[in-house]
Structures are given as C-alpha cells and as structure tokens.
C-alpha cells in the first residue's frame, strides 16, 4: 500500500545549512603591527586637542557657587592652606623622598574654599608632568628659579594651552616672587558683583601653584591679587612667599653650585 500519497515531502536543509555560519569567536583587543594597545597612548591624542570652555566654565562656576555658600566673607572664599606644623627639610638637604601631610585646618568650616580645591591638584600635577616629560628632560627642580620656571612654562601649557605672562623677582624682598597672567582663563567668564571686587577667582589657581611648590619641598604660601591695567583689565598677579628655610636652602645649593 502506498502512504506517500496525501503526505508532504520533507523538506531539503542541505542549502540553508550550506549559508549558515556560526559567529567567530571575538578577537579580543586588537593589537596593531607595533604592538601598542589604546592602553598604551594618551588620552590627548593630539597636541592641539582641548576640552571645551563651555564645559569647563559651567563646571568652574559651580565650584565657585558650592565654596561661596560655605564661607563667610571674600577672605574665607579664597582661603589658603593655613601654615601647618610639620618637619621642615634641613638647607642642606634635598630629600630623594617627599611625604606631603595634610594641612590642618584652624577654622572647622568644610575646606571646599577656592584654594584648597586647587591645592591637591597641584600636589599630583608636579610628579605626572614629570613622569610625561622626555627622560632627558625629567628632573625635579631643586631649586627655586627652576621650579618657578617649570610652573610658568610646562605647567600652565598643561592647564591653560600657553605659557605665563611673566616671572618678577621682588626687589624689596628676597623670599618673594610674581607670576603675571593677563587673561586668566578661569576668570574670563566670571562675573563678580560690585560689592565683592576684592573677589579674585584665580585663587584655585594660586592653590594649584602652591601645591606644586610643595610637592617639589619648596613650602610657599601663593595668593591671588587683582592686577588690572588698562590694557589688561583682567590681569591677575600670583604673589609666591617662600619660608625662610626653602630661601636659606637656595643660598646653600647656590654656593655649591647647583644649577637644577
């Protein structure tokens, strides 16, 4: 008796399965001819690569409006790091390892004022610019010109995209020095209210610069000043003050002849 009547044929597989292939099993991280991953590059992968203003401006005023309802007046606002007590370095001696303790603070208010936001920075800022720099060229500034130089030049390119406006030397005193910045970018879309112009925003930058003379165990107290011209209505004047151990030091290395 015949049963294929009535029933369907079965259906041929052998194309489809033919066009099918199973995916292939993911590479991984790609490893180009050189053998560097993305790991191994900056993030700035350019030189003329920037953030945006915008981006910044926006989160900049925030910082300045968190610290300005914690404070009490324009003082408190761009407030330093207050001297703190800890073992200062002989003058003739540099030590091969620093170890930064934090500031203590007098006032109990929450230290979220403009300087001491910058300070940190500047504290981490020194050892990675030098870690990025060119073997050649990576050394740790051991005395004050060098180090001064190495803020006006390497580490405002990092921060701002060009160099400081000027490095002075007070003539009245020798512990003293100025850098001068005409524009200062974290001013530039700041709007200060008549009644606060003794306000100056670039303090969070004086806590980066002071940070950085600290982590090179160069102690200094930096503050911002208004320095305005009529050419450069916005300039501000960073005053750097050494400690009198840091200016005996530079006398000694002087002496001896140290140059770095």
């Known amino acids: 008796?015949?049963?294929?009547?009535?029933?369907?044929?079965?259906?041929?597989?052998?194309?489809?399965?033919?066009?099918?292939?199973?995916?292939?099993?993911?590479?991984?991280?790609?490893?180009?001819?050189?053998?560097?991953?993305?790991?191994?590059r900056n993030l700035?992968?350019?030189?003329?690569?920037e953030l945006s203003r915008a981006s910044f401006a926006y989160l900049f005023s925030e910082m300045v409006?968190?610290?300005?309802?914690?404070?009490t007046g324009i003082q408190d606002l761009e407030r330093r790091y207050v001297a703190h007590h800890r073992p200062q370095t002989p003058p003739d001696r540099f030590p091969s390892t620093l170890h930064l303790t934090p500031k203590p603070i007098t006032?109990?208010?929450?230290?979220?004022?403009?300087?001491?936001?910058?300070?940190?920075l500047g504290v981490r800022l020194l050892p990675l610019l030098l870690y990025r720099a060119p073997p050649r060229t990576a050394t740790r500034p051991t005395r004050i010109l060098p180090l001064l130089q190495f803020i006006t030049t390497t580490l405002w390119k990092h921060l701002f995209g060009r160099a400081a406006d000027a490095l002075e030397r007070s003539s009245a005193n020798e512990d003293?020095?100025?850098?001068?910045?005409?524009?200062?970018?974290?001013?530039?879309?700041?709007?200060?209210?008549?009644?606060?112009?003794?306000?100056?925003?670039?303090?969070?930058?004086?806590?980066?610069?002071?940070?950085v003379c600290d982590a090179g165990a160069m102690t200094a107290a930096v503050s911002a000043h208004n320095g305005g011209t009529e050419m450069w209505p916005g300039k501000t004047v960073f005053l750097i003050r050494f400690e009198g151990g840091v200016v005996e030091r530079e006398g000694i290395l002087e002496g001896r002849g140290v140059t770095g």
Do not use: H
């Not at 006032?107 to 940190?120: A, C, H, K, V, W």
């Open 1 to 40: 008796m015949n049963t294929s009547q009535g029933a369907k044929a079965p259906v041929s597989t052998t194309a489809s399965a033919a066009s099918f292939k199973p995916p292939l099993p993911s590479p991984g991280l790609r490893t180009p001819s050189n053998r560097k991953t993305i790991y191994d």
């Open 44 to 49: 700035n992968r350019t030189r003329t690569a």
């Open 65 to 71: 409006t968190y610290a300005q309802k914690r404070v």
């Open 107 to 120: 006032n109990p208010l929450p230290s979220q004022r403009l300087n001491e936001q910058g300070y940190p």
């Open 176 to 211: 003293e020095y100025m850098i001068s910045d005409n524009e200062p970018l974290v001013n530039m879309y700041v709007s200060v209210p008549k009644e606060m112009n003794q306000l100056n925003c670039a303090a969070y930058v004086a806590g980066v610069i002071e940070g």
